[in-house]
T-cell receptor
Framework: GNSVTQMEGPVTLSEEAFLTINCTYTATGYPSLFWYVQYPGEGLQLLLKATKADDKGSNKGFEATYRKETTSFHLEKGSVQVSDSAVYFCALSDYDYKLSFGAGTTVTVRA | GAVVSQHPSRVICKSGTSVKIECRSLDFQATTMFWYRQFPKQSLMLMATSNEGSKATYEQGVEKDKFLINHASLTLSTLTVTSAHPEDSSFYIC?????????????FGQGTRLTVV
């Protein structure tokens, strides 16, 4: 079956620090990969996505590259802000349209 | 972007009663909606797939008689937690995607915080 393994948190950073959240996946087919973000008190929002190998998703300074050879989709941001404090979920969607989520990583950015 | 509205956002009920949660796609039709459950500080676990006009498909380990799903129209799916108990207290979230392929973005409702006392 499909599964997503995500770096456990919590992660605490200072403003302008570099952020990496590791994500690896197992899938039977050729999934699409997503990063969703959940800000405090809000629902999930799509942050970025990639649909095939070597695709790079990017949004709000975040980037992730679909690496089929390492079955990974690591999230990176070069300089985080306090407003980036949230829970980040890696997810995949396969032929059945269902989303499989990683455990989520709580990121706290301190001023 | 597309909007999915979930209601209520928060509900407290007595043990043994039933609670209905609604999920609406406001600006698109969704033949399929998904219901998730999120435990504190944990990830979302898919409970079931709601199919318009047919029976829902439940994930392994989810009691279909306890979590009744009705997808009565192309814009509305409901989840009813029957005979609720304190262990059913959780955060329930629905999602739907506009027609497209599996890479189409899923839009999530705001979630419903259920507390059973």
């Amino acid at each position: 079956g499909n599964s997503v393994t995500q770096m456990e948190g919590p992660v605490t950073l200072s403003e302008e620090a570099f952020l990496t959240i590791n994500c690896t996946y197992t899938a039977t087919g050729y999934p699409s990969l997503f990063w969703y973000v959940q800000y405090p008190g809000e629902g999930l929002q799509l942050l970025l996505k990639a649909t095939k190998a070597d695709d790079k998703g990017s949004n709000k300074g975040f980037e992730a590259t679909y690496r089929k050879e390492t079955t990974s989709f690591h999230l990176e941001k070069g300089s985080v802000q306090v407003s980036d404090s949230a829970v980040y979920f890696c997810a995949l969607s396969d032929y059945d349209y269902k989303l499989s989520f990683g455990a989520g990583t709580t990121v706290t950015v301190r001023a | 972007g597309a909007v999915v509205s979930q209601h209520p956002s928060r509900v407290i009920c007595k043990s043994g009663t039933s609670v209905k949660i609604e999920c609406r796609s406001l600006d698109f039709q969704a033949t399929t909606m998904f219901w998730y459950r999120q435990f504190p500080k944990q990830s979302l676990m898919l409970m079931a797939t709601s199919n318009e006009g047919s029976k829902a498909t439940y994930e392994q380990g989810v009691e279909k008689d306890k979590f009744l799903i009705n997808h009565a129209s192309l814009t509305l799916s409901t989840l009813t937690v029957t005979s609720a108990h304190p262990e059913d207290s959780s955060f329930y979230i629905c999602s739907a995607s506009p027609p497209g392929n599996r890479a189409t973005e899923a839009f999530f409702g705001q979630g419903t915080r259920l507390t059973v006392v």
